[in-house]
């Protein structure tokens, strides 16, 4: 059966009425992000501004195939765009190291100025991909939004864990080519669902039947820039 392609009006509906669940909901994080977007009407503006420009590139594609591909594009620029601040947030990088890494993204710019940046820029990405993560599985009812996406969000932050320089060991900087095209490989899988599906249940097979994934070792370093 044909499914019609879906409206901005209907994707920002989607979006907002996503975040009002999140500005409820019992998960910590998406709850502190929702508040932080929803507590300050200039904050709010800005948001629904930029979040209505990445809706409306998805919105003018004319079918609903097209959209969701569309929509994973988006989706993946939303995890690079976030990932600086998620990075120096989950290993509560402060101090010098801190201004260390700023300086490195914002060399022109002072501390200050870097900061509240990065971290408005990361509120608005991550409300933007909570929203994007609820129409892709929960109006599109796109596969690759559940398990694949996911799976390279965890590969995408492994990666900020590697500055390239100065890694603790060589067996450390080995694993460098490794996460690249694991990166590749599961970037290609996201963008074609279709060509990838016998791959991802092989993968989330393999995975249930061991059950022997474990966190990896946190390194010091300075992140790089995805893209």
């Not at 999140?22 to 929702?34: N, T, W, Y």
């Not at 009407?41 to 569309?70: C, F, I, K, P």
């Not at 892709?136 to 590969?155: I, S």
């Amino acid at each position: 059966m044909h499914r019609s392609a879906i409206s901005h009006a209907r994707l920002m509906r989607e979006s907002t009425d996503r975040i009002e669940r999140a500005l409820h909901s019992e998960d910590v994080k998406e709850h502190l992000v929702a508040r932080r977007i929803s507590e300050n009407a200039t904050t709010w503006e800005l948001w629904e501004n930029e979040h209505s420009g990445l809706m409306r590139q998805v919105a003018d594609y004319g079918a609903l195939r097209t959209q969701a591909a569309a929509l994973r594009q988006t989706t993946l620029r939303l995890i690079h765009g976030k990932a600086l601040f998620e990075y120096l947030r989950r290993n509560q990088v402060r101090g010098a190291e801190r201004a260390q890494i700023l300086n490195y993204f914002y060399p022109t710019r002072g501390f200050q100025y870097a900061i509240i940046s990065e971290h408005g820029g990361y509120v608005r990405k991550a409300c933007s991909y909570l929203c994007t993560s609820h129409v892709g599985t929960g109006v599109v009812h796109d596969p690759a939004f559940l398990d694949p996406m996911q799976h390279y969000e965890t590969l995408y932050y492994c990666r900020t864990l590697f500055p390239g320089e100065g890694v603790e060991s060589a067996s450390e900087r080995s694993l460098l080519p490794l996460l690249k095209h694991q990166l590749n490989e599961w970037r290609w899988i996201i963008l074609n669902p279709r060509e990838s599906l016998s791959r991802v249940k092989h993968e989330r097979e393999m995975r249930r039947a061991t059950g022997d994934t474990q966190r990896m070792r946190q390194l010091k370093g300075r992140p790089k820039d995805g893209g």
